[in-house]
């Protein structure tokens, strides 16, 4: 009943930005955390940024500096604002929400940055 859907993905060249939105939709009372994983080819899937309802945040130490995430709580939207892209971030990035103890995936948006 509850659905993550991933938009904002693209091919761009690096050094330039993205941004990515998940928007939840369903049946939602509140969504403790969300994040943004991602998973490149012949990788495993990997956490890059995470917020809590409160607005606490925590990156992979490649996304600091060059990646925010952030979060609007009355649209049940998570972003991830990406600069300075490398082509080392080329993956399927994921959106993750816990929802009332329950763990939601979206299906991926791709983003591909060529040199």
């Known amino acids: 009943q509850v659905q993550l859907v991933e938009s904002g993905g693209g091919l761009v060249q690096a050094g330039e930005s993205l941004r990515l939105s998940c928007a939840a939709s369903?049946?939602?009372?509140?969504?403790?955390?969300m994040g943004w994983y991602r998973q490149a080819p012949g990788k495993q899937r990997e956490l890059v940024a995470s917020i809590t309802r409160g607005g606490s945040t925590d990156y992979r130490d490649s996304a600091k500096s060059r990646f925010t995430i952030s979060r609007d709580n009355a649209k049940n939207t998570v972003y991830l604002q990406m600069n300075s892209l490398k082509p080392e971030d080329t993956a399927v990035y994921y959106c993750?929400?816990?929802?009332?103890?329950?763990?939601?995936w979206g299906k991926g948006t791709r983003v591909t940055v060529s040199s």
């Open positions: 993750n929400a816990w929802i009332y103890n329950m763990n939601y």
């Open positions: 369903g049946s939602i009372f509140s969504i403790n955390v």
